[in-house]
């Protein structure tokens, strides 16, 4: 597989067809149908990825996910070196999942300045290329807060693309400031955000968005804001929390619905799952993710979203370890050093913030496949190579003795 395009290959259900597929897939008359369905040009559907939800058979669906895995990006698996700057945490919203938000009178509640957003970029500026940067729906913030904001990031670091806003933000920017979606999303645009991150989407079930965001924008809002996006050129990302109220079934129609968004408007890069971290406090009725149920997730989203490239194993909120799993499961993508957040953290994940490339890359390098360094929209691609290990610090174990 060694030679091909450190982007992937465009044709990879024809790569999927000649892998042999492995007894877990061979012998699961569920997995061989997706399998055949895949490498015929077709999708999988809602009760077929229900079924998969359901399947006892957790290790063939991981491994049909690798190979449809293999199949598109061989063995490379892409990072980038960016930073999380989150503008406020004072929220209009109080979704019950979020233990982000803070009311405006909260001892903790803080909004940045421009002059402060430009600081917190300043100690890292050298070492990345992109600035991922969300926050609270501001009970004040107009769109004009936001073009100086991407104005002034862009004039003084030029290299840096700015990949900012939740759905649910473009919806009440647009609202507090008495113009469309279209106009505000085009405003920014030019004002320097490059590209949307993709947060808010939950379960795209509107029973379940009531239930724990009630509020926020429905599940055809959020498709319709990413479409106006992907039609002014602005890629986005897609995101889903699972592990709250949702039934299996729900969380197929969730990654379904997805899909069908892309065929209409192909603007999504990377879809992003992660499981709600629970406390005492928020949401006692929700389920908890096991590692084996997060794996399902991400293994199922490979499978069923055959129309979007990537497939992310966010390390910020299921850590290392488990990310590393999520990489011979389906993920070709661990996100990227990140250096400073505040979302998950606030929700209880003990990620680790310090990570370098070379960190990452060694995460990667560890599950047999090949680090790229790759540009937020996935145009740039470079093979990372580390610093050789210190040999002093290994155990002996593989030495010749002759
Ligand atoms: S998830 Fe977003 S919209 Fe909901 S309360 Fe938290 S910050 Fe506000």
């Known amino acids: ?100 938000r803070k009311g405006p009178r909260h001892s903790e509640a803080y909004a940045l300045s421009v002059e402060e957003y430009l600081h917190r970029i300043d100690p890292f500026s050298d070492i990345i290329d992109e600035v991922h940067s969300v926050g609270g729906l501001h009970p004040d913030w107009t769109v004009e807060y936001y073009e100086e904001l991407y104005r002034s990031a862009k004039k003084t670091y030029p290299h840096i693309h700015i990949k900012s806003l939740t759905a649910v933000e473009v919806k009440h920017i647009a609202s507090r400031s008495g113009i469309s979606v279209k106009e505000t999303l085009s405003r920014l645009k030019s ?39 992907h039609g002014l050129g602005i890629k986005t990302n897609c995101t ?44 006692p009725e929700a389920q908890l993710a096991s590692l084996n149920e997060i794996i399902r997730v991400i293994a199922i989203s490979r499978i069923m979203l055959d ?15 488990v990310a590393s799993i999520a990489l011979n499961s389906g993920a ?11 979302i998950m953290h606030e929700a209880g994940s003990s990620a680790r913030l310090d990570s370098d490339s070379e960190e990452l ?21 470079t093979r990372y190579r580390r610093k050789p290990d210190d040999d002093s610090r290994r155990l002996p174990i593989a030495q010749s003795t002759s």
Not at 309 to 321: E, F, L, T, V, W
Not at 332 to 342: A, K, R, S, Y
Request: hydrophobic share 35%; with cysteine.
């Open 1 to 100: 597989m060694i030679g091909t395009p450190l982007a992937g290959n465009n044709d990879w259900r024809k790569v999927l067809e000649n892998f042999s597929l492995p007894l877990s897939v061979k012998h699961d008359s569920l997995l061989l149908e997706c399998y055949n369905i895949l490498v015929k040009g077709g999708n999988i559907d809602v009760d077929l990825g229900t079924k998969l939800f359901e399947s006892p058979n957790l290790s063939g669906i991981s491994a049909l996910a690798d190979l449809i895995k293999k199949s598109r990006f061989d063995d490379y698996v892409y990072f980038n070196d960016n930073l999380h700057v989150n503008t406020t945490n004072i929220c209009v919203l109080a979704c019950r999942f979020c233990a982000f």
């Open 191 to 229: 004002a320097g955000l490059d590209s949307l991150p993709g947060g808010g989407a939950e379960i795209l079930v509107d029973t379940v968005r009531d239930r724990i965001c009630r509020g926020k924008e429905s599940s055809a809002e959020y498709l319709a804001i990413h479409e106006i996006a």
């Open 240 to 283: 889903m929390l699972f592990g709250t109220v949702e039934t299996l079934r729900e969380r197929a129609i969730h990654l379904h619905k997805l899909r069908n968004q892309q065929d209409v408007s192909q603007g999504f890069q990377c879809f992003v799952p992660y499981p709600f971290l629970p406390d005492k406090t928020r949401l």
């Open 307 to 321: 129309n979007i490239p990537h497939i992310k194993a966010y390390r910020m909120n299921i850590g290392s370890y």
């Open 332 to 342: 070709d993508d661990i996100d990227g050093t990140v250096n400073h957040e505040e």
């Open 361 to 381: 890359a060694k995460i990667i390098e560890n599950v047999n496949s090949i680090p790229v360094k790759r540009n937020t929209t996935y145009s740039n691609f």
